[in-house]
Each structure stands twice: as C-alpha cells, then as structure tokens.
C-alpha cells in the first residue's frame, strides 16, 4: 500500500511539471461565433440587408443570398463570396482580430456606387 501511495505522488509531481502555469490573475479567453444573415438585392435591388450590423471580436459567419434579379458577390475586411446568382447563397466566414468598423460591399462593378456598400461594426 505504501508503496502504491509513492509512486501515486510520484506520477502526479511528474504530470505537473508538464501542465502550463498561468500567470496569476489571468483567464482563458472565450471565443466568440457569431452567425448573421446577409440578403443582397434587399431592400432594393443595389441594397444589403443583414441581420445584425454588430458583433464582438471573433468569428463571423455570414451566410449571404441573393435576393435580387442580378448577380452580386458580398465582401467584407479582404474576404469575397463568389459571383451569387439570383436565388443562390454562399457562406463567408471572417476572422475579427480587434474592434472597429469595416466597410462591406459588392464588387460587381457599378454595383457599389449604386448604394451597395455599408459599415460592419466589430465591438471589444
């Protein structure tokens, strides 16, 4: 029995020698998903409607669908879906590494300047 109990501690002041020390006071920090809806082509044909204008630093996974009767694309801090048929959808997922605002717009060229473009805000 006693000789159980040694190499019991044994094992266990091994295992610790391997388990990463915090530094005191610190905390894990929680990863954020954040799921929003994008409808180009709403509420006008050279418009974007989303389902959240905000979300905190993280992921975000736009699921994008053109509403619309023309082809339009959505892009947001250096990510693009592909040309959307009308009817069709794409799922875009963007990395936010620090809050601020970041423009989004289709590329399909006049498309922008005809209204389709806005500001996505990312929060601490």
């Known amino acids: 029995m006693r000789r159980a109990l040694i190499g019991l501690a ?25 799921k929003i809806t994008v409808t180009a082509g709403k509420p006008t044909e050279f418009g974007f409607l989303l389902s ?15 509403g619309g009767s023309l082809p339009h694309d ?6 693009k879906t592909p040309d959307l048929n009308p009817g069709k959808s794409a799922t875009l997922t963007v990395t936010f590494t620090k809050a601020g605002s970041f ?11 005809a209204g389709m473009k806005g500001t996505f805000k990312v929060t601490a």
């Open 74 to 79: 959505f892009k947001i801090n250096g990510k």
């Open 103 to 113: 423009a989004y717009l289709c590329t399909v060229p006049g498309h922008a300047a």
């Open 52 to 66: 959240k204008k905000s979300a905190p630093k993280g992921t975000v996974v736009f699921t994008v669908k053109n």
């Open 10 to 34: 044994a094992t266990v002041a091994a295992t610790a020698v391997f388990l990463p020390a915090l530094p005191a006071g610190a905390t894990t920090a929680k990863v954020t998903t954040t």
